[in-house]
């Protein structure tokens, strides 16, 4: 009987209620959104020096079924979600204000989508939208497809990760499996090893792993297999 806070419904899924708030009465409205958004902005602005980054991680950000990552001044949205999908225009709204940003890619092609009612789509939402992209993550740059690359086309959530690859790859033989950018791979020999092989099938992301090794200059030192890893 107790009011344990808000959130809206979607009896059609498993996770039918997403909590938004931990008071009553509050709606999921554009000033609640802007405000989260802006406290997001502001704690990635703390912790990273370039704008390249996951700026919304849904629940993380009190924002459920909102996913935004950045590329400088372009930004990529997911709305994972019936209740983030209705409140499109107002995340849209916000961005604009807060960023002023060259272009929003929404890019939704979630299996999951389906039971949330929603079809998968790519679309242009404001501004002009690159096909690719150079990021620069912990100062090492890398080539990213927007348009076509897999979910929000980079995977912000293992920047860590690989930046510990530093303290015990150099000199090593590294192999980078289910590659797709190369990136674990890259870092590997940016930060020393002897030499890095890449298994990834998709053709397209084996054009990007050799963008990528050329960029950061280890042609000598690089091999890329383009065959199913498990074969």
């Known amino acids: 009987g107790s009011v344990l806070g808000s959130g809206y419904i979607n009896p059609h899924t498993l996770l039918s209620l997403r909590l ?3 008071m009553p009465d509050v709606a999921f409205d554009a000033a609640l959104i802007k405000e989260r958004l802006q406290a997001a902005l502001a704690l990635r602005q703390t912790f ?23 590329f ?20 849209v709204a916000a961005l604009i204000e807060l960023l002023n940003p060259r272009g929003i890619l929404l890019k939704n092609e979630q299996q ?11 679309k242009t939402l404001y501004g002009e939208v690159l096909d690719t992209i150079l990021i620069f993550e912990n100062n090492i740059p890398f080539h990213v497809p ?13 920047r860590n990760n690989r930046k510990r690859l530093e303290s015990f790859v150099k000199g090593k033989t590294v192999l980078d499996i289910f590659a797709y950018l190369g990136s674990f ?20 992301a084996c054009d990007y792993i050799q963008k990528n ?7 000598d030192r690089a091999t890329i297999i383009c065959e199913d890893a498990f074969t």
């Open 146 to 158: 927007l348009l076509n690359g897999q979910k929000t086309g980079w995977f912000y959530d293992q």
């Open 213 to 219: 090794i050329t960029e950061n200059k280890l042609d």
């Open 48 to 70: 990273f020096s370039a704008p390249y980054y996951r700026l919304c991680f849904g629940e993380g950000d009190l924002l459920p079924g909102i996913i935004i990552d950045r």
């Open 20 to 22: 938004y708030s931990n």
């Open 72 to 91: 400088n001044d372009i930004l990529v949205l997911q709305l994972t979600t019936q209740g983030a999908w209705q409140v499109q225009e107002f995340v």
């Open 112 to 122: 999951s989508l389906s039971l949330e009612g929603l079809e998968p789509c790519t």
């Open 185 to 204: 791979g890259i870092y590997a020999g940016v930060y020393g090893a002897s030499s890095v092989s890449f298994i990834e099938s998709s053709k397209p």
